[in-house]
């Protein structure tokens, strides 16, 4: 958070301490207003609006463009056009500095400036798509005034976009307009906006995360220096990827709202108070609010997850609950086990085998592996599969496992019958031995089996066994990336 933002949120009697500190940076600010950095805004509503009075604050000079007369009146007065907290003090504070100016004129503000952030909006589509009609006009205007520049200019994208608009649609726009070309003539960046509403301004202060894809390096380092004194740990990524995070984060966002109203939805059945259970659900940060189990990989599965989730269904319907978020976890799954069938579909013909057999590494449980319903599925069709399982131990304790899976899914009754018989002594020879390696586990004795693979052994990795994706491995192949 910056010194103004710690400031203001300091009660009283700590701020004098900050005083000196808060002179300081406000004679930093003072000096970089004179080197005038100029960033015009396109679309000011509460992104843009937002944008425009806390990079003033941070000592830009800041042009505002919009199409609505209002909101120009409204920010060159020194207004808010929205209702946000803390936005007002500082479009007032900026306009009263002379840094914040609005416009409806586009090019004669990217003339005036060095970067555009634009933020107009994107919202849906009669048909569900999100409409780009307003970022395809602001990107011909900024073309044409990119025309008339002989000095670099970066193009922000601050929109929520499907992943290829910056490159596909904004440059492809301004390079049109303009005649001149992405990279020596203009950069692009997308810079996913992360506020809250109602929070703007302080999470503007303190970003949950900075974000920035570019075009190139000259682009990329223009707009981390423009968020320098928020964010020290600014985030590069491809612009797609950037991007995507922006839209990922939202879904992720809305299926925790949903997950957590269906919960309670259930719980309120049961009269159990579900702020109860949600206040302990979200205390266990290793396995519930963590990365764990958010990195794509295979299908879940195991004695625990598939069972629970058909349990707290089944729960559901008895109570007259409906529950359409945890009713779609298992179809899900099936689907994320149909996708790798499906791949190996081509390569009946050919020797298949399958490193890692149980649910997971580590374990020697084979309830509900989805390995075992992809090896159940090729078999069947007729394909000749090997496989090797450091944890398959063949014997009485295995035998058990092996009769519960015969019995439980008469689908797979055959593969048992035949597991032991295929099963080889160890990696390397699976490797050796097969045209077609399926990778289940992400363990180094299987990535340096696959790694040392003869030329031409197609790979389909279920797990990731690699965290850089092998660029120059014509035959390495994954399903969920
Ligand atoms: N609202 C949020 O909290 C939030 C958060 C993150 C991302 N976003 C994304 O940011 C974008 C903007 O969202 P918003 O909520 O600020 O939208 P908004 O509708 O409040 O504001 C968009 C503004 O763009 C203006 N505009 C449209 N076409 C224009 C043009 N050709 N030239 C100049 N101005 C033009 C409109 O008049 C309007 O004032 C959207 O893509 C949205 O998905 C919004």
Redesign the pocket.
Known sequence: MNLRAEALEKPEEETDHTASLLRLKEQQQEQRAETKTAISV???????AVSMACLSDLGFRMVG????MD?IDAIRSGRSPIVEDRLEELLEKGVAQGTIDATHN?VAAVLETDFTFL????PTSEDGSCDLT?VR??SRAMGQAIAMKDTYHVVVL???VPPGTTLDVVAVEIEKASGKKLGPDFGVCFNP?F?R?GVAVADFFAPPKTVVGASDQRAAKAVSDVYNTIDENVIFTSIQAAEMVKYVDNVWHATKVSFGNEVGRLCKELNIDSHDVMDIFVTDTKLNLSPYYLKPGFAFGGSCLPKEVRAVSHLGQDLGVTLPLIDSLIPSNRNHVQTAVDFLIPYLDARIGFLGVTFKPGTDDLRESPTLDVMAAVLESGAEISAYDPNLRFGPMLQGQIDYVRHAVPRQADLMDKLEAITVEDAQTLCDSVDIVVVSHATPEFREAVSKRKFGVQVLDLARLYKELPQDDLFYNGIAW
């Open positions: 396109v679309g000011l509503g509460y992104v843009g463009v919009d199409v609505s909101k586009l933020s107009v909006g994107t307003y006009q602001a601050r929109c929520s906006e506020l509403e």
